[in-house]
């Protein structure tokens, strides 16, 4: 079992910075792949970010602008976000894949408004 904690939502102007972090306990040692997940009100949840052993991957919506990053030894990933719009309002999710098996954790909302 993997048990995930977000921090780091909140309330951002557009154009400006926040930085999420999902920290990760329990059976990390599996722990191939990590990545950033996001779903506004009355839409789909959509992939923004993922980072791998050998890759990185963004959404085209956020290229530029956000950075994934992990940090193996504390089993952690974070999404720094960039010159925020207000269509990337949404409750964020980190998503992790380890020992074959999916995981959630519980989402941090963020507002981007002025």
């Known amino acids: 079992q993997v048990q995930l904690v977000e921090s780091g939502g909140g309330l951002v102007q557009p154009g400006g910075s926040l930085r999420l972090s999902c920290a990760a306990s329990?059976?990390?040692?599996?722990?191939?792949?990590m990545a950033w997940y996001r779903q506004a009100p009355g839409k789909q949840r959509e992939l923004v970010a993922s980072i791998g052993d050998a890759y990185l991957n963004y959404a085209d919506s956020v290229k530029g602008r956000f950075t994934i990053s992990r940090d193996g030894a504390k089993n952690t990933t974070n999404l720094q976000m960039n010159s925020r719009r207000p269509e990337d309002t949404a409750v964020y999710f980190c998503?992790?894949?380890?020992?074959?098996?999916?995981?959630w954790g519980q989402g941090t909302q963020v507002t981007v408004s002025s």
């Open positions: 329990g059976d990390t040692f599996n722990i191939n792949y």
């Open positions: 998503n992790v894949w380890a020992g074959g098996r999916n995981y």
